[in-house]
């Protein structure tokens, strides 16, 4: 379905070399790393959000969809475009606008990278805390729409946590303006909250103003090593008992630790591993880790290694950076699904996981943010194998289906997209299904904003 010849008139009229027909750009921005794809009509590079709001309105006037995209980091599919739609990067709306260290935050646009972000405001002395694992190629756009999380989270929050105000087109062409430089607010609804997390579907965002955290002067860390997952999540909720929070708290199961092993790391047989992290001042952070480190200890403890300082601690966590590549050891094929659970419930998650692996006759690695029970379930799978990968694709309804089983929800930190879509009426019951296609209704009022996604169809 070929754009309207008038439409795409006064698009490139408005654009000049930001709206691109060619089939390469158009490949590019067709897919993300849920390795959907989808050829879109056009792709549209504003540089200012006058441009966006006359993109959105022409769009509009026409009823031809938008979907907005940062660097396709994500694994949803929430960036991939319809058959019918235009494709909007932000990659040209990448400028700091302002830091102001006296009231720590930060004016960006959201094509700026969340790694030049920290580099920019290491000088001042602080950080933006979001740290997805794709930090060094994602964008703060990409983080506001999929409230992006990272190792951090348990202490510092995700992205929803960590921005204080927005300036966003609708999708009725609309600019507004919520929040602000200011950490606390009572007027009316809190609009910031509810467009980060949003996937693009109720409005564009033109520019974000972030909450910074002053750098801490110390890390450190332990790895701890249990019998199995259910001493490992007991621990879980004495560490996060602890007056300090730790800045990080990962979990790996057996197979992940058995994966590592036969990677050539220096990790014991055992069922699972916690990896902590403490940072603060000097002085204070080794009674921080004295701390977290008798909150680890306990029944089922198997071995702790302890980190003191920053190149130890660099040397513990060399094992967990290694687990990604080592899991394209055993299969080219990944389907990585995160989900959450209550902290108590992990073990049971775990021992679900297995059960499915062995029912599938799957590889499925469980790893991830055990302080906030989020954790990433990866089933392998070779794509050349018909039979393996169709098991593989059946295993993945039962995944989510274990965490909302277990209290728990169908996502922490990569969203919903395509790729969970249809299982939210199996999280939200139909009357908080309805009260969110109402909110979509009213900030896109002809749906032309990232249609399909996140929201199954009534």
Not at 43 to 52: C, E, G, H, M
Not at 145 to 169: Q, S
Not at 394 to 420: C, D, N, Q, R, Y
Request: net charge negative.
């Amino acid at each position: 379905m070929a754009l309207p010849a008038a439409l795409a008139a006064e698009l490139a009229a408005l654009l000049g070399d930001g709206w691109r027909v060619d089939e390469a750009t158009r490949d590019a921005h067709g897919g993300d790393d849920s390795r959907r794809h989808v050829l879109p009509q056009a792709v549209a590079l504003p540089r200012t959000r006058d441009q966006v709001i006359a993109l959105v309105r022409a769009c509009r006037a026409h009823r031809v969809p938008l979907v907005a995209r940062g660097a396709g980091t994500g694994t949803t599919g929430a960036s991939v475009p319809t058959p019918d739609a235009i494709a909007v990067s932000f990659a040209h709306m990448n400028r700091i606008l302002d830091i102001r260290p006296a009231d720590r935050c930060a004016v960006v646009e959201p094509g700026v990278r969340n790694a030049d972000l920290q580099v920019a405001l290491a000088p001042h002395g602080l950080f933006w805390p979001p740290d997805p694992s794709s930090a060094d190629s994602c964008t703060i756009g990409g983080n506001l729409a999929t409230n992006a999380g990272g190792p951090r989270a348990v202490k510092y929050g995700a992205t929803r946590d960590n921005v204080l105000g927005l300036v966003a087109v609708t999708g009725a062409g609309e600019l507004i303006r919520v929040g602000g430089a200011y950490t606390k607010a009572s007027a009316g609804y809190d609009l910031t909250h509810l467009l980060i997390g949003s996937e693009g579907t109720l409005a564009l965002i033109v520019e974000a103003t972030l909450k910074l955290t002053p750098r801490p002067q110390a890390q450190a860390g332990l790895r701890a090593f249990y019998r199995d997952a259910t001493s490992a999540a007991a621990a879980v909720a004495r560490l996060m008992a602890q007056p300090v929070a730790p800045a990080m708290l990962e979990f790996l199961d057996r197979r992940s630790l058995d994966l590592l092993r036969r990677n050539g790391s220096d990790v014991p047989a055992a069922g699972a591993m916690l990896l902590v992290e403490a940072d603060g001042s000097l002085d204070a952070l080794p009674d921080i880790l004295a701390t977290l480190g008798a909150a680890a200890d306990g029944d089922g403890l198997l071995d702790m290694d302890v980190a003191p300082d920053g190149a130890a601690r660099d040397r513990l966590w060399a094992a967990r950076r290694a687990l990604s590549p080592a899991l394209r050891t055993i299969a080219p094929g990944k389907i990585n699904e995160d989900v959450v659970v209550p902290v108590s419930r992990i073990p049971d998650l775990v021992a679900g996981v297995e059960a499915l692996a062995e029912a599938q006759a799957l590889t499925i690695v469980c790893f991830g943010h055990a302080g906030n029970g989020n954790l990433h379930v990866n089933l392998l799978y070779h794509p050349e194998d018909a039979d393996e990968t169709a098991r593989a694709r059946a295993a993945l309804p039962h995944v989510f289906e274990l965490a909302l089983a277990l209290g728990g929800t169908l996502s922490g930190e990569h969203g919903i997209g395509l790729s969970k879509r249809d299982f939210m009426p199996r999280a939200f019951d139909t009357a908080t299904l309805e009260a969110m296609r109402a909110i979509k209704r009213a900030l896109d009022p002809d749906g032309i904003l990232n249609p399909d996604k996140l929201l199954p169809p009534p």
